[in-house]
């Protein structure tokens, strides 16, 4: 769930930043190669069974579960 609600999130993010002319551009080019890298290690500690809770949405994600 928390994966779910992170991602949706930053893809409502890059489509309302998209709308916004190069600044918005310029936003959205910095802040991609992060999600990739966040997506990487979230991907990394739930293949080794580890519990990571990101700040914001873990607490929604446990409270939909």
Known sequence: ????LTFVGCMIAFTVLGVIPVLGWLVGIILAPCVVILWIILMIKAYKGEMFKLPVVGDMAEKQV
Request: charged share 0%.
């Open 1 to 4: 769930m928390q994966s779910i």
